[in-house]
């Protein structure tokens, strides 16, 4: 979510989970962060929502926010771990950072560019990995605007959609930034090939305020001001729209400043 103004979002990860066709085993570890400012409530746990404590707790405090992600893994790079658990966060400059990715990178640890971070990660995934990559380019382009800073990480993602899935949520401690690539769906049968779309999109606008948003796993009792959604799936039947594959975003405060497809 990125809002105009700080909303509080009830999330069930283990229902939220299942909207996005998360139904036939268990999570591999979930993951919710609440920016505030320069700094930001993260909780993580290597373990299904749906039996967490400490899942129910976060649920019963919600934390006002303006910018927050939430993740339920399914491992594919790393085994379940803390370390490996999404959201993953750096402060930088005095701003926490935080990404998120659905999808898996195979190959990006023979990039020449990976090698040096490699000894960096905290834990061994390609998430990880690519979130250390993105920083260290923002950090050689220096202090640029939000729009430059968006075309640095277009070009970044574009590149990992080389190597497989690149669904990326990033916060920079005052911008969101959402890139839309392909995704597995989960079926009966099994898992299907990466196909689009892979984000999906919606807004909230002045009519809405004072509505409330009711969705399978997560809800908004009251809209106070323009915002939008990302998810992996839509969670409600109303509102949404797929994310072509390619598509960058970059936002601030419930607003779009800029946005392109490469």
């Known amino acids: 979510m990125s809002a105009s103004v700080p909303h509080t979002v009830c999330y069930e990860l283990d229902l939220f989970a299942a909207e996005g066709g998360e139904k036939h085993r268990n999570r591999d570890g979930w993951g919710i962060l609440f920016a505030q400012d320069r700094d930001a409530y993260l909780f993580r746990e290597p373990n299904p929502a749906a039996t967490s404590e400490l899942s129910r707790m976060v649920v019963r405090h919600e934390r006002p926010s303006k910018h927050l992600m939430a993740h339920v893994r399914r491992a594919s790079s790393g085994k379940p771990a803390?370390?490996?658990?999404?959201?993953?966060?750096?402060?930088?400059?005095?701003?926490?950072?935080?990404?998120?990715?659905?999808?898996?990178?195979?190959?990006?640890?023979?990039l020449e560019e990976a090698r040096k971070w490699i000894p960096h990660r905290i834990g061994d995934t390609d998430s990880e990995l690519a979130f250390l990559m993105l920083l260290d380019r923002l950090r050689a382009a220096g202090s640029i605007a939000a729009e430059a800073r968006l075309d640095v990480f277009a070009r970044f993602a574009s590149e990992m959609r080389e190597l497989g899935s690149s669904?990326?949520?990033?916060?920079?401690?005052?911008?969101?930034?959402?890139?839309?690539?392909?995704?597995?769906?989960?079926?009966?049968?099994?898992?299907?090939?990466?196909?689009?779309?892979?984000?999906?999109?919606?807004y909230f606008d002045d009519k809405n305020l004072g509505d409330s948003w009711n969705a399978t796993g997560a809800k908004i009792d009251e809209i106070s001001g323009p915002l939008y959604l990302f998810a992996s799936v839509p969670l409600d039947p109303q509102g949404w729209e797929p994310l072509q594959r390619g598509t960058a975003i970059?936002?601030?405060d419930g607003k779009i400043v800029s946005q392109r497809v490469s």
């Open 82 to 110: 803390l370390a490996n658990t999404h959201p993953f966060d750096r402060v930088v400059e005095g701003k926490r950072h935080a990404f998120a990715h659905n999808g898996d990178l195979p190959g990006i640890e023979e």
């Open 167 to 202: 669904n990326f949520l990033f916060f920079d401690g005052e911008h969101l930034f959402v890139h839309a690539d392909r995704r597995r769906f989960e079926t009966e049968h099994g898992l299907t090939d990466p196909r689009e779309p892979g984000l999906n999109i919606r």
């Open 250 to 252: 970059v936002l601030k």
